[in-house]
């Protein structure tokens, strides 16, 4: 089955800009449909964008317009900009096997394959 494994977090000053990146193995990520979700301590894991297999996206509204998702060469990416610090939180990516023109999913419970998480901070 697919593997997953995220990179690329870190510190960050309000404002700022950071690129995340998922490792996708195992499989083609051209199979899947892809999300990126994010935990903040004490909360749920949210989900922020996706994006089915032939790109189309789809993104939460409090990060329409700052945060993109795309992918490229089995990598899924997920640039941040205009950060905040509640924006603070582990980031993870998820994957689902999925029928290619089907919209991507914003429901954490259908994706069956997850990353271990890359931390993000703004402050």
């Known amino acids: 089955h697919v593997q997953l494994v995220e990179s690329g977090g870190g510190l960050v000053q309000p404002g700022g800009s950071l690129r995340l990146s998922c490792a996708v193995s195992?499989?083609?990520?051209?199979?899947?449909?892809m999300g990126w979700f994010r935990q903040a301590p004490g909360k749920e894991r949210e989900w922020l964008v996706c994006i089915n297999r032939v790109g189309t996206t789809r993104s939460a509204e409090s990060v329409k317009g700052r945060f993109t998702i795309d992918k490229d060469n089995n990598t899924l990416y997920l640039q941040l900009s205009s950060l905040r610090p509640e924006d603070t939180g582990v980031y993870y990516c998820?994957?689902?096997?999925?029928?290619?023109?089907?919209?991507?999913?914003?429901?954490?419970?259908?994706?069956?394959?997850w990353g271990q998480g890359t931390q993000v901070t703004v402050s």
């Open positions: 195992g499989r083609s990520i051209s199979a899947y449909s």
């Open positions: 998820a994957a689902r096997w999925q029928l290619a023109y089907s919209s991507c999913t914003h429901s954490r419970v259908e994706y069956p394959y």
